[in-house]
């Protein structure tokens, strides 16, 4: 394909995806009606598309509509291409532009130039303070991708060794002992041998530094509250813990079985109606269900998708985990509360809200990772109850 026919692909997926299709299931829908486009064509038009869900505020407003084709024309137009050599009706490339798409200038407000909906932007602002629209610039563009070290095979010298044979390039990550960033061939990770045989996982490096910061013990019993698809569970079990994953989803904990095999880990899984009867916890970890907002470069339709109405709702699920947590640990024990959000109300306001209620626990160690740190936008507060001194 040209690239100006990866362009009208692009259009043809945001047309879908405007109109209400998941991003995921408008790419899957054209790739299946268009089988001629090739491996790289498919990757060429998923990043077009992504680049655009990312920017959609500021690709609309410098293309002058809110259709797919006003979306790619201001996506591109924002990132300097020539809209001539790609918009030139030739062959299956888009028609030429018209006169008022060539035409359109665009005044731009502050939460449409840095791509954040209009509502949401006072609550970052209050978040993040002088580092709010430095913030929200990195949510428009990629994520870095990263890969944990399983520490149950290999460390993390030897995982980049194993990456390299197969021309895997990556470099080390500060945030975490076992994160390496992959500077070259991210796609080949599934199919590379390392990945294959257990010696690294997909996992965000900010991700991976939240387990780092919990100080994790060989034969810790602990339990991952909100496990969802087991990520945590791994690293939690790579570091020798004896590991028990919980999810009110039962579905989402579907493939920990076969990634716990892969990485020659053992994880438990538990259904809600099964934890009063098990044995309380040396450390109960909840990275709860959340808006998102630090992990928005992976997944940016969740951005537009998220209303006051479904973040009050998030938030009330949240307070709902903390005041759960406490009765699955032991007296000794110790709580972690986690996020993939940089919002306060999400975060430190929870947690103070939880204080207030249950001033029981004390808050031992808090962070607030932002992808200006290099990873997603992460937060975990570590609490365990007071000594009474």
């Given amino acids: 394909m040209t690239p100006g026919a990866r362009v009208a692909a692009a259009i043809e997926v945001l047309d879908s995806y405007l109109s209400g299709t998941p991003v995921e299931q408008a790419l899957t829908g054209w790739a299946r009606s268009h089988r001629f486009a090739g491996s790289k064509d498919r990757a060429a038009i998923r990043d077009h598309v992504f680049d655009a869900v990312r920017r959609l505020a500021s690709s609309q407003a410098l293309g002058g509509g809110s259709d797919g084709r006003a979306v790619m024309i201001g996506l591109l137009r924002g990132q300097g291409a020539d809209l001539a050599e790609l918009f030139n009706g030739e062959g299956h490339a888009p028609a030429v532009l018209s006169d008022a798409e060539a035409a359109v200038s665009a005044d731009m407000t502050r939460a449409q130039a840095l791509d954040c909906p209009d509502w949401l932007l006072p609550e970052f602002d209050r978040s993040l303070g002088a580092d709010a629209d430095d913030v929200l610039k990195s949510l ?176 009330s699920a949240q307070r709902d985990i903390l005041r759960a947590m406490p009765s699955y640990l032991t007296p000794d024990g110790q709580m972690a509360y986690a996020t993939c959000s940089v919002l306060k109300s999400e975060n430190q306001d929870q947690l103070q809200a939880f204080l207030n209620d249950c001033d029981t626990f004390q808050i031992t160690a808090e962070r607030q990772f932002t992808p200006l740190d290099g990873g997603d936008g992460f937060y975990v507060s570590q609490l365990k109850h007071n000594s009474g001194e």
């Avoid at 939690?236 to 004896?242: V, Y």
Wanted: hydrophobic content about 45%.
């Fill in 140 to 315: 428009r563009s990629r994520a870095p991708v990263f890969v944990r070290a399983n520490l149950a095979k290999c460390d993390r010298d030897r995982a980049a060794a194993t990456l390299a044979e197969e021309g895997i390039e990556t470099q080390p990550s500060a945030l975490a002992l076992t994160a390496l960033e992959i500077v070259k061939n991210p796609r080949k990770i599934k199919g590379s041998r390392a990945f294959l045989e257990g010696y690294v996982e997909l996992q965000d490096a900010a991700s991976q530094a939240v387990i780092e910061a919990l100080n994790i013990q060989p034969g810790m019993r602990v339990l991952d509250y909100c496990a969802g698809g087991g990520g945590k569970a791994l690293a939690l079990a790579a570091l020798g813990a004896d590991v028990t994953a919980h999810d009110l989803s039962w579905e989402r904990m579907k493939d920990i079985p076969a990634r716990a095999e892969r990485a020659s880990v053992s994880i438990k899984r538990a259904r809600h109606s099964d934890l009063k009867a098990l044995e309380r916890f040396d450390l109960v970890l909840a990275d709860a269900p959340c808006s998102g907002s630090g992990s928005w470069r992976r997944a940016p339709h969740g951005k537009w998708l998220l209303t006051p109405e479904k973040l009050t709702n998030i938030q």
